[in-house]
């Protein structure tokens, strides 16, 4: 089951793109049609608020965004490797090509501390944001991880804390992980 939470990670993310900060589901029905909730089971440009310009149904929003630059830094080691998620997201985000992705403050903040020098783990914003939490299924990509439940949710926290910091954001990445890691392992009788 493990191989396709990542997967997971990513089709929930474009199935949110439509609405993605958006939080009138009033708004959300009344855009998408249907009282039944049957509006959000398809894929939708992000038409409600003006935060992912050139994006189009199907694709990533920041999360999603940021999730694939875990998984390429996780594709390159095999393994998670603080150090090598922060350049490959920095490379990343400074990218001309990329120019087009949504910064948010936490993704400002660690861009402007790496710009003057800071490494991790001095990178992230004070944020009780749980963008970082949101990206702790893409560590299912790697078997290690898998396999050991304190080292996976060691590296959904260090993974989380690359971009946001605080008590509250690490509680939340702590416990997605746990309950992830122990869904995952869970055996039906």
């Known amino acids: 089951m493990s191989a396709f939470i990542p997967r997971a990670v990513f089709s929930a993310d474009s199935l949110a793109l439509g609405s993605h900060w958006c939080y009138q589901a009033s708004q959300i029905a009344e855009k998408r049609g249907g009282s039944d909730r049957s509006h959000i089971l398809g894929l939708y440009a992000p038409e409600l ?33 603080a150090e090598s998620f922060v350049g490959r997201f920095v490379e990343s985000y400074e990218a001309p090509e990329n120019a087009h992705l949504y910064k948010d403050h936490a993704t400002k903040s660690l861009l402007e501390k790496h710009k003057n020098g800071d490494r991790f783990p001095n990178l992230s ?3 009780e944001d749980l963008e970082g939490a949101s990206r702790t299924g893409i560590l299912f990509a790697v ?3 898998v396999a050991d439940e304190s080292a996976f949710v060691k590296a959904a926290v260090e993974q989380s804390a690359i971009s946001h910091s605080s008590a509250k954001s690490e509680a939340a990445t702590r416990l997605v992980a746990h309950v992830s890691w122990r869904l995952n392992h869970a055996r039906v009788t």
């Open 49 to 81: 608020v003006t935060y992912h310009p050139g994006k189009s149904a199907g694709d990533l929003t920041n999360n999603g965004d940021q999730a694939f630059v875990l998984l390429e830094a996780l594709s390159q080691k095999k393994a998670f490797d």
């Open 125 to 127: 914003a004070q944020s």
């Open 143 to 145: 078997p290690a991880l």
